[in-house]
């Protein structure tokens, strides 16, 4: 996230095409991920900003992406007892406050240019992945 972040602020891109070969790619980069770790966002959004996607076909897209991922995954929560009423209480309640979240996003992406929303995606990921990498050093 890091390195795909710096190269992007600094012009170099990444020649992502719309060919089979990256969505396989794409899905079983995400796949991994998200099996390994439950977070498999990352490479998706990553490949939404490398297409160039306008900031509201970004949003959606990366919705649908989002939703189509979880839905696996809750099964798989289910199915390995961590799903229980209790979880799903806790999650409702993260649930709201990431829809008012969602809501106050929604409202600041409509008056800021393309540019700029492309720009504060790349700092939110250079903060995540360095995060990230903080985190795992410590």
Do not use: C
């Not at 490949?47 to 989002?66: M, P, V």
């Not at 839905?71 to 993260?94: D, F």
């Amino acid at each position: 996230m890091v390195v795909f972040s710096l190269q992007t602020m600094f012009g170099i891109r990444l020649p992502v095409g719309n060919s089979f070969k990256w969505h396989v790619s794409l899905g079983l980069s995400s796949g991994i991920l998200g099996g390994l770790s439950s977070i498999w966002a990352p490479p998706i959004a990553m490949y939404l900003i490398s297409r160039n996607y306008s900031k509201d076909e970004f949003i959606s897209i990366a919705g649908f992406l989002f939703l189509s991922g979880s839905l696996p995954l809750a099964l798989g929560l289910y199915i390995s007892g961590i799903l229980n009423l209790e979880t799903i209480l806790q999650s409702l309640i993260g649930l709201i406050i990431t829809l008012i979240g969602f809501r106050i996003g929604e409202l600041m992406r409509r008056k800021i240019p393309q540019d700029t929303f492309r720009k504060i995606l790349l700092v939110a990921f250079l903060i995540m992945g360095s995060r990230l990498i903080i985190q795992g050093i410590l």
